[in-house]
């Protein structure tokens, strides 16, 4: 257990829909990172949030947003879902202490089909 | 920007035998290197890490990887396969340019199958 939660754990919806999944990090770790996993893509880092702040944009749409909370949570909006971003989204945390190189502990991700 | 690339999408290998997974980076300075494993239907969970203390990085499980830097490699490596190894194998580098504090950049990955 890595001590990243994610909710929900699978989501079924529908082309043209908005979710959104949920990221609650380590504790102490103020730093968020989101990444997607698909089979045609690979893993790509979608975005990073550290203490409320957006740090920095990876392969992100313009249909998605993130966002973190002052309790350091963080959530990702995925708007006018298409059969294409049917994936698994990993959220990660890091406390970005003691120095590089920073180590990133990965949630269970949660599964998105969009049907 | 920086990459790996891994070779190989699927490595077969028998119980007890050694393990190579290839990882190669493509940066113009030593990046921040890691090895992540993910078991099916879990999240990726860290292996090990490059540091620069030292070019001989152990981890978990009995895994280790050596950094390379004249083959711009930093293979995974463990002597004795078991069973229980069997999973997905990321290698990954994060940007310099971000401290290390940036998203990470991975590889395609390669699954490692152990035949009994």
Known sequence: ???????????????????????????GDLSVYWYQQSLDQGLQFLIQYYNGEERAKGNILERFSAQQFP????????????????????????????????????????????? | AQSVTQLGSHVSVSEGA???????????VPPYLFWYV?????????LLKY?????????????????????TSFHLTKPSAHMS???????????WGGGGADGLTFGKGTHLIIQP
């Open chain 2, 18 to 28: 050694l393990v190579l997974l290839r990882c190669n980076y493509s940066s113009s």
């Open chain 2, 85 to 95: 190894d069997a999973a997905e194998y990321f290698c990954a580098v994060s940007d």
């Open chain 1, 71 to 115: 309790d350091l949570h963080s959530e990702l909006n995925l708007s006018s879902l298409e059969l294409g971003d049917s994936a698994l989204y990993f959220c990660a945390s890091s406390s970005l202490d003691r120095g590089p190189p920073y180590e990133q502990y990965f949630g269970p991700g949660t599964r998105l089909t969009v049907t």
């Open chain 1, 1 to 27: 257990d890595s001590g990243v939660t994610q909710t929900p754990k699978h989501l079924i919806t529908a082309t043209g829909q908005r979710v959104t999944l949920r990221c609650s990090p380590r504790s």
């Open chain 2, 51 to 71: 540091t620069s203390a030292a070019t001989l990085v152990k981890g978990i499980n009995g895994f280790e990887a050596e950094f390379k830097k004249s083959e």
């Open chain 2, 38 to 46: 993910q078991y099916p239907n879990q999240g990726l969970q860290l």
